[in-house]
């Protein structure tokens, strides 16, 4: 069991950016297939990005071009840079790595 930490939440007008942190405690993030993931009120938690092992990225079509995944090369943080922001990307964030989720941080997108 690996132990998820998300940080990097907020409350940021549309059009605005933030970039969404996840520490693991144990680096994991380089030889799993990590993601993120997020659930607005009384939704469903949809799929957001995810990443294989080998650094490949893709996205849901809601947030292409706009989103970027990415891991630090000690391989304990994953990162959700979040740009163009919209009131609909309002959700909490979860990431997911080695079978584990992390509690989730709040984005708020105001118009």
């Known amino acids: 069991q690996v132990q998820l930490v998300e940080s990097g939440g907020g409350l940021v007008q549309a059009g605005g950016s933030l970039r969404l942190s996840c520490a693991a405690s144990r680096s994991i993030f380089s030889i799993s297939g990590p993601g993120w993931y997020r659930q607005a009120p009384g939704k469903q938690r949809e799929w957001v990005a995810g990443?294989?092992?080998?650094?490949?990225?893709n996205y849901a079509d809601s947030v292409k071009g706009r989103f970027t995944i990415s891991r630090n090369n000690a391989g304990n943080t994953l990162y959700l840079q979040t740009n163009s922001l919209r009131p609909e990307d309002t959700a909490v964030y979860y990431c997911?790595?080695?079978?584990?989720w992390g509690q989730g941080t709040q984005v708020t997108v105001s118009s």
């Open positions: 997911y790595g080695w079978g584990s």
């Open positions: 990443m294989t092992s080998g650094g490949s990225a």
